[in-house]
């Protein structure tokens, strides 16, 4: 006979997030109708710890067996509220999560439509929760090495934080040299420091740690395996394969260029003083700013946004471009006295520190800044006429003062925006991330978990998660590190236990699942013509479940049973009487 | 009354389950007769859950994965859409409007195309109207012709 069932259902106001759309109350009053629901209550914030304690409370005095909560998404409180119940002696898998936040009032307008979709989505979580059964957690042993792929600012920063703790760390660079975009760069904004002096010292202290073995020339062919025991296989110099076994890790692939050439009004490959601002950093690297013929510019014409912030090529801000082009024109003054510096600019973007008094002092400086419109005004730029007394001319509709103007110009500097690499698709398919709508890897939550991944023990560090400057992708590898340090220092971490099991009575050895599964975590025993999973390797994504012609593979927390009763939980109110 | 179509929609949990979060975090709107299961992988589907949700009333049902190549699982979405083929042909035979039964990708920064496709789907259904498999069923089930 199956146990007593003793539910407990609680709804969450979040303050006013839930409580303005939802009828909570009335939501409580309906589950409180349901057989086997002992108790339902409502509080303003579930996930505090008055809330959490509320239900510790009830576990305890009403002898709950099964706990409801409808708030937030389960991707953001799930594992907070198992953790309730485990404190409070109960299996954190006997609880389910109704999501009436993110998928109910915060995307609905009409109260009483609202309402009744909660208490349905409530009521599924109810009839599902009821065939949940108690899962052990498993955990597995945490190899203290790392991979960190990529040698930039972000990847070299990580590695000397890890190394510098004791730990091992293998760092695989597709270059010749580490270094990155920081290497190309000659002064960094807001203060002017050296970049070369910031990356050379690091790539030093890189290179010669014992804790560090630095591959360059190298690609990472392969990955497998799971958090706290990952191998790969890695090729130098396009041969030579190495094996490395590690436990976590890092991505800082980095981002590139777009091509110049792709934005056609800036004529750039086509007149020949059109340069890209990672092409001005180089003459500033040499030492001399100069026209291809070598003479001084007269007229230096610097434009923002180019391939950024405009439907036709990137959407999004490219993050770094404004302050560099700042950079610029305070470099420029004072390579070229006698010279005049334009600044044709869409928006100016000074976000983070200094960077407002940057934008400050180098308008003082004699610059000249034009504003246009990226979306429906961008600069025309053509050769000029012998009469011009200058090489281009850039027109524009200036929009401050509304006039139409033309810009002489004997250098032109485009801002290009950054982009994800072509490889990155590839690489993520490898260490298990997923882009986000453009070639950069998308974090576990964007607010509150922007280092971690959706694939445990991996992490995205710097520009291949979104352009950055150089403190922020610091901030970032810093961060995954505290985390991979965190679990190399437990020495263990818990994997999945939501796994299929085969029901080895009902299995008749057919092997579709063997072929099915995407981890070969199932193998066929010769012995017992039946089909056996390795909970070690298997990821639980069901696969096996649903392509079983005799339903003999159960996918624990996922099982048939538990999936068809929240479907009639979700459809038993959908008509009102 | 006016018509208002119920949709079961089966969500991986990587993808589009996230891309609906996205949704609400977003603050766009979409109409509130959409149901959602949450599953980890579209591959998880079996067509069980799809008669079990036609059986149960829905108008609709849709199942969100993620885009070709993105799996979190490799290549689940790509068994889900095989199933999906399949079915297709069997709810054809059963009388079932094929626009009832639709398989979409989204993905978890796809928050904009998934209040759409709600949007647009709910159109549709409106516009086929009710699901009479329920009610033909539940005549079978009590034995009457």
């Given at each position: 006979m199956r146990e007593e069932i003793r539910i407990g259902v609680y709804i969450c106001w979040c303050g006013n997030n839930i409580a303005k759309m939802v009828d909570v109350e009335a939501v409580s009053k309906e589950m409180q109708k349901l057989p086997d629901v002992v108790i339902s209550r409502t509080y303003k914030y579930m996930c505090s710890d008055p809330g959490q304690d509320l239900i510790i409370t009830d576990i305890k005095e009403q002898r709950l067996n099964r706990v409801v909560v409808a708030a937030c998404s389960p991707r953001i409180h799930e594992s907070t509220f198992r953790k309730t119940l485990s404190s409070a002696g109960l299996n954190p898998y006997l609880f389910q999560m109704a999501n009436i936040r993110e998928q109910v009032s915060w995307v609905h307008s009409s109260r009483e439509e609202a309402t009744l979709k909660a208490v349905s989505l409530v009521q599924g979580a109810v009839e599902r929760v009821k065939w949940h059964e108690p899962l052990e957690k498993r955990t597995v042993e945490v190899n203290p090495a790392t991979l960190i792929i990529g040698g930039g600012i972000s990847g070299i920063s990580a590695a000397l934080e890890i190394a510098d703790a004791g730990k091992q760390v293998y760092l695989v660079e597709k270059q010749e040299n580490m270094g990155g975009k920081v290497a190309c760069i000659d002064l960094t904004y807001p203060h002017l420091y050296s970049g070369q002096q910031l990356i050379h010292s690091k790539i030093d202290q890189t290179r010669s740690h014992s804790n560090i073995d630095v591959f360059q020339n190298s690609e990472v062919k392969k990955i497998s395996g799971y958090i706290g025991n990952f191998e790969a296989e890695v090729a130098r110099n396009g041969q030579e394969d190495i094996e490395l076994i590690f436990g976590n890790i890092i991505v800082a692939t980095g981002l590139k260029t777009i091509d110049a050439a792709k934005v056609e009004n800036y004529q750039y490959g086509k007149l020949t003083d059109v340069f890209t601002s990672f092409e001005l950093e180089e003459m500033f690297l040499k030492g001399k700013v100069a026209k291809k013929d070598g003479g001084i510019p007269k007229n230096v014409v610097i434009i923002h946004c180019v391939g950024s912030r405009n439907t036709n090529y990137h959407e999004y801000c490219s993050r770094t471009c404004c302050m560099t082009a700042l950079k610029y024109a305070n470099q420029l003054r004072s390579a070229l006295p006698d010279s005049n510096i334009y600044q044709v600019y869409s928006d100016m973007r000074a976000i983070g520190k200094a960077c407002e008094e940057l934008y400050t002092s180098t308008a003082g400086r004699d610059v000249m800044f034009l504003s246009f419109d990226q979306q429906d005004g961008m600069p025309q730029l053509r050769k000029a006429d012998p009469e011009d007394d200058c090489e281009m001319l850039v027109e524009m509709d200036e929009k401050l003062s509304g006039e139409t103007i033309e810009i002489p110009a004997d250098m032109v500097v485009l801002m290009v925006g950054m982009e994800g690499h072509d490889e990155a698709r590839e690489l993520g398919r490898m260490t298990g991330l997923s882009l986000c709508g453009n070639e950069f890897y998308i974090e576990?939550?964007?607010?509150?978990?922007?280092?971690?991944?959706?694939?445990?023990g991996v992490y995205v560090v710097g520009s291949c998660q979104s352009p950055k400057d150089i403190p922020d992708s610091i901030s970032q590898a810093k961060a995954a590190v505290a985390r991979i340090l965190a679990t190399i220092n437990v020495g263990s971490v818990e994997v999945e236990v939501t796994t299929a099991v085969v029901n080895e009575e009902a299995c008749c050895g057919c092997q579709t699942c063997v072929k099915v599964c995407p981890y070969t975590a199932i193998s066929f025993d010769e012995e017992k013509k039946i089909s056996v999973v390795n909970e070690i390797l298997c990821?639980?994504?069901g696969t096996c479940g649903s392509t079983c012609p005799n339903g003999a593979i159960r996918s624990r927390h996922f099982t048939d049973k538990q999936i068809l009763s929240q479907i009639e939980g979700l459809m038993s109110i959908h008509k009102p009487e | 009354m006016e018509f208002k179509p119920t949709i079961v929609a089966f969500l991986c949990n990587w993808c589009s389950y996230t891309g609906a979060d996205l949704a609400g975090t977003s603050r766009l709107k979409y109409p509130p007769n959409i149901r959602v299961i949450r599953l980890m992988c579209s591959g998880r589907i079996e067509p069980t859950f799809i008669l079990k949700a036609f059986r149960e009333g829905a108008d609709g049902v849709l199942i969100c994965g993620c885009h070709p190549g993105d799996c979190h699982y490799h290549e689940g979405n790509y068994k889900c859409l095989r199933r999906y083929v399949l079915l297709r042909k069997y709810f054809k035979q059963l009388g079932i409007h094929e626009d009832r039964f639709r398989l979409e990708w989204i993905s978890a920064s796809e928050g904009k195309q998934f209040a759409e496709l709600v949007n647009e789907m709910t159109r549709t259904l409106e516009k086929i109207g009710p699901c009479k498999i329920k009610a033909i069923l539940e005549t079978f089930d009590k034995g009457e012709d």
């Amino acid at each position: 006979m199956r146990e007593e069932i003793r539910i407990g259902v609680y709804i969450c106001w979040c303050g006013n997030n839930i409580a303005k759309m939802v009828d909570v109350e009335a939501v409580s009053k309906e589950m409180q109708k349901l057989p086997d629901v002992v108790i339902s209550r409502t509080y303003k914030y579930m996930c505090s710890d008055p809330g959490q304690d509320l239900i510790i409370t009830d576990i305890k005095e009403q002898r709950l067996n099964r706990v409801v909560v409808a708030a937030c998404s389960p991707r953001i409180h799930e594992s907070t509220f198992r953790k309730t119940l485990s404190s409070a002696g109960l299996n954190p898998y006997l609880f389910q999560m109704a999501n009436i936040r993110e998928q109910v009032s915060w995307v609905h307008s009409s109260r009483e439509e609202a309402t009744l979709k909660a208490v349905s989505l409530v009521q599924g979580a109810v009839e599902r929760v009821k065939w949940h059964e108690p899962l052990e957690k498993r955990t597995v042993e945490v190899n203290p090495a790392t991979l960190i792929i990529g040698g930039g600012i972000s990847g070299i920063s990580a590695a000397l934080e890890i190394a510098d703790a004791g730990k091992q760390v293998y760092l695989v660079e597709k270059q010749e040299n580490m270094g990155g975009k920081v290497a190309c760069i000659d002064l960094t904004y807001p203060h002017l420091y050296s970049g070369q002096q910031l990356i050379h010292s690091k790539i030093d202290q890189t290179r010669s740690h014992s804790n560090i073995d630095v591959f360059q020339n190298s690609e990472v062919k392969k990955i497998s395996g799971y958090i706290g025991n990952f191998e790969a296989e890695v090729a130098r110099n396009g041969q030579e394969d190495i094996e490395l076994i590690f436990g976590n890790i890092i991505v800082a692939t980095g981002l590139k260029t777009i091509d110049a050439a792709k934005v056609e009004n800036y004529q750039y490959g086509k007149l020949t003083d059109v340069f890209t601002s990672f092409e001005l950093e180089e003459m500033f690297l040499k030492g001399k700013v100069a026209k291809k013929d070598g003479g001084i510019p007269k007229n230096v014409v610097i434009i923002h946004c180019v391939g950024s912030r405009n439907t036709n090529y990137h959407e999004y801000c490219s993050r770094t471009c404004c302050m560099t082009a700042l950079k610029y024109a305070n470099q420029l003054r004072s390579a070229l006295p006698d010279s005049n510096i334009y600044q044709v600019y869409s928006d100016m973007r000074a976000i983070g520190k200094a960077c407002e008094e940057l934008y400050t002092s180098t308008a003082g400086r004699d610059v000249m800044f034009l504003s246009f419109d990226q979306q429906d005004g961008m600069p025309q730029l053509r050769k000029a006429d012998p009469e011009d007394d200058c090489e281009m001319l850039v027109e524009m509709d200036e929009k401050l003062s509304g006039e139409t103007i033309e810009i002489p110009a004997d250098m032109v500097v485009l801002m290009v925006g950054m982009e994800g690499h072509d490889e990155a698709r590839e690489l993520g398919r490898m260490t298990g991330l997923s882009l986000c709508g453009n070639e950069f890897y998308i974090e576990k939550h964007p607010k509150l978990d922007p280092v971690a991944t959706t694939t445990d023990g991996v992490y995205v560090v710097g520009s291949c998660q979104s352009p950055k400057d150089i403190p922020d992708s610091i901030s970032q590898a810093k961060a995954a590190v505290a985390r991979i340090l965190a679990t190399i220092n437990v020495g263990s971490v818990e994997v999945e236990v939501t796994t299929a099991v085969v029901n080895e009575e009902a299995c008749c050895g057919c092997q579709t699942c063997v072929k099915v599964c995407p981890y070969t975590a199932i193998s066929f025993d010769e012995e017992k013509k039946i089909s056996v999973v390795n909970e070690i390797l298997c990821k639980g994504c069901g696969t096996c479940g649903s392509t079983c012609p005799n339903g003999a593979i159960r996918s624990r927390h996922f099982t048939d049973k538990q999936i068809l009763s929240q479907i009639e939980g979700l459809m038993s109110i959908h008509k009102p009487e | 009354m006016e018509f208002k179509p119920t949709i079961v929609a089966f969500l991986c949990n990587w993808c589009s389950y996230t891309g609906a979060d996205l949704a609400g975090t977003s603050r766009l709107k979409y109409p509130p007769n959409i149901r959602v299961i949450r599953l980890m992988c579209s591959g998880r589907i079996e067509p069980t859950f799809i008669l079990k949700a036609f059986r149960e009333g829905a108008d609709g049902v849709l199942i969100c994965g993620c885009h070709p190549g993105d799996c979190h699982y490799h290549e689940g979405n790509y068994k889900c859409l095989r199933r999906y083929v399949l079915l297709r042909k069997y709810f054809k035979q059963l009388g079932i409007h094929e626009d009832r039964f639709r398989l979409e990708w989204i993905s978890a920064s796809e928050g904009k195309q998934f209040a759409e496709l709600v949007n647009e789907m709910t159109r549709t259904l409106e516009k086929i109207g009710p699901c009479k498999i329920k009610a033909i069923l539940e005549t079978f089930d009590k034995g009457e012709d």
